[in-house]
């Protein structure tokens, strides 16, 4: 040990990497001037992030401004997208923490969550009263009004921040499980597991800022090393959070127009390309060996008069009518479409001939008996797929052939095809 400890070399302090000196001011003399503080680019990345978000809110603004839904979810989101971009915006200085406009802040960017969990709502049809939301805002400025009489007042603020963004977010999960998943299965949950790992951390956050204080390296008032990391989390959520809103929005508008391709504007009946689509489904299930399905070609008995008598007007009111009195008397699986001026085509799957004459009988006297300002009644003819119908024209033609007949007979009566 000792001769080891002998022959050790004795080591050298490691030198101190030499401090750099502080700039002299040019042209003077003696000992240097004091550092100048160093410079942050806080406020400028604060500044951009809140203009990127001004972005979103003008884009949603244009868009609830064209397609006039400013109370709709389209306005909701400009709202919310326009209070987080100022409530960011007030965290840039001359403001210091704790100033009155940091304090709107806090409350703009509570509101804004909640703005944004109504525009959700919206969206899925629900339209939730404001006063939960002005009384939870209260309720958020009474505590941060009440956390400068405090010690950890600061941690207090965050933590209301956190925790009110949080609860929204929660609610808003709740709303994409219980109504987003039946038109969006996959989207929705997806969506929703995205806001609560959201939520999870802000409730974290929350509880740190109020057991530990609000100062760590992460914040959005630390020097600039510390805050890139936090602007592009938050950029990233808020394109995030965009995209949800954009996907939303895009999917209701496609299934609209899609809904309004296959539907008849004057009587809210399936158009002819719509009842097809549902022919052609039920007439392949059919011929692969699945349930058979009936048809009735309903036509009115002397529209043409109607309207020459009655005005267009009043021929328009009747083919309404009908076409209510049809879905009225029909099944959940039952489709009724407009086939072309006053004829409309009913599909009824997993029914027989017999049924079907049935039901054809019980529809005109539903028709004649609805209380129209014009006696109408309807000639209907009656089909049913059968083995051989290789073919759905088959079997509209046969259901053509009955009605034809049914006319032919003198009208107002049900004739059934034979196969
Ligand atoms: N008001 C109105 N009339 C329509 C519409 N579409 C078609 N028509 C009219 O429906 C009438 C159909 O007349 P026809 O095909 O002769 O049939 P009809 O008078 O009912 O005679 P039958 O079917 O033989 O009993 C025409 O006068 C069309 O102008 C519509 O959307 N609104």
């Known amino acids: 040990m000792r001769c080891c400890a002998g022959r050790r070399k004795t080591r050298r302090p490691p030198r101190r990497a030499r401090e750099p000196r502080a700039p002299r001011a040019p042209g003077?003399?003696?000992?240097?001037?004091?550092?100048?503080?160093?410079?942050?680019?806080?406020?400028?990345?604060?500044?951009?992030?809140?203009?990127?978000?001004?972005?979103?809110?003008?884009?949603?603004?244009?868009?609830?401004?064209m397609a006039r839904r400013w109370r709709e979810a389209e306005g909701h989101f400009a709202l919310f997208w326009f209070m987080l971009a100022t409530g960011l915006m007030l965290f840039v200085p001359p403001w210091d923490s704790g100033s009155a406009p940091r304090n709107l802040a806090d409350l703009l960017i509570i509101a804004a969550s909640m703005c944004e969990h109504r525009g959700l709502a919206l969206h899925w049809g629900r339209r939730l009263p404001l006063t939960p939301y002005a009384?939870?805002?209260?309720?958020?400025?009474?505590?941060?009004?009440?956390?400068?009489?405090?010690?950890?007042?600061?941690?207090?603020?965050?933590?209301?921040?956190?925790?009110?963004?949080a609860a929204m977010m929660a609610a808003s999960v709740r709303l994409m499980w219980r109504q987003g998943r039946a038109a969006t299965p996959i989207f929705a949950p997806v969506a929703a597991?995205?806001?609560?790992l959201l939520a999870a951390a802000l409730t974290v956050r929350g509880v740190q800022a109020l057991m530990v204080g609000a100062t760590t390296k992460i914040s959005i008032d630390a020097p600039v090393h510390a805050n890139i990391p936090l602007a592009i989390a938050v950029l990233f959520v808020g394109g995030l959070l965009n995209l949800v809103h954009i996907r939303l929005v895009l999917g209701r508008v496609l299934h609209r127009l899609g809904q309004q391709a296959q539907t008849d504007e004057l009587t809210g009946a399936l158009n002819r390309r719509g009842l097809l689509q549902h022919l052609e489904a039920v007439h392949a299930g059919a011929a692969s060996g699945q349930a058979g399905y009936a048809l009735l070609m309903v036509d009115i008995d002397h529209f043409k008069t109607i309207n020459d008598q009655h005005g267009h007007a009043e021929g328009d009111r009747v083919l309404k009518g009908v076409s209510a009195s049809l879905r009225k008397a029909l099944r959940a699986d039952d489709h009724v479409g407009r086939w072309g001026g006053e004829e409309f085509c009913v599909l009824l799957p997993h029914t027989t001939l017999h049924d079907a004459t049935l039901l054809a009988e019980r529809i005109a006297r539903r028709v004649s008996d609805d209380g129209q300002r014009v006696p109408v009644t309807v000639s209907i003819g009656v089909s049913v797929y059968t083995a051989g119908d290789t073919d759905l024209?088959?079997?509209?033609?046969?259901?053509?052939?009955?009605?034809?007949?049914?006319?032919?007979?003198?009208?107002?009566?049900v004739v059934a095809a034979l196969s």
């Open 135 to 165: 009384l939870g805002l209260a309720a958020a400025a009474g505590v941060v009004a009440a956390s400068f009489l405090m010690d950890n007042g600061h941690g207090l603020r965050v933590a209301v921040v956190c925790f009110g963004c």
């Open 393 to 413: 024209q088959a079997v509209l033609r046969r259901a053509d052939g009955a009605l034809y007949e049914a006319k032919a007979a003198g009208r107002d009566r």
């Open 193 to 196: 597991a995205g806001y609560t």
């Open 28 to 65: 003077t003399l003696g000992p240097p001037s004091q550092p100048p503080p160093p410079v942050t680019a806080q406020p400028l990345l604060i500044a951009l992030v809140s203009v990127q978000f001004l972005v979103h809110a003008l884009v949603w603004a244009m868009t609830a401004r």
